[in-house]
């Protein structure tokens, strides 16, 4: 979850909660694949750690 505050002179500022995501791992991202069907894309938004990001994009070279 992101909040972006802005106040009265316009300068922001960016809030983040990283909550369930950033214990995301590679493993689960692995388990996952193994769990599901055919699949033609792979999108991820790099709001996570990078380990499961990289084992995303492996398996989605692979082909799984």
């Known amino acids: 979850t992101a909040l972006i505050e802005v106040d ?3 300068q ?5 909660v990283a909550g369930a995501n950033a214990e995301v791992s590679a493993a689960q ?3 996952a694949a ?3 069907a055919d699949i033609g894309a ?3 938004q790099l ?3 990078h ?3 990289f084992a995303a994009k492996k398996l989605a070279e692979r082909g799984l």
Do not use: H, S
């Open 34 to 36: 193994a769990q599901t």
């Open 51 to 53: 380990e499961p990001i």
């Open 47 to 49: 709001e996570i750690r």
């Open 29 to 31: 991202v692995e388990q």
């Open 42 to 44: 792979v999108l991820t």
């Open 12 to 16: 922001n500022r960016i809030v983040v």
């Open 8 to 10: 009265g002179a316009g």
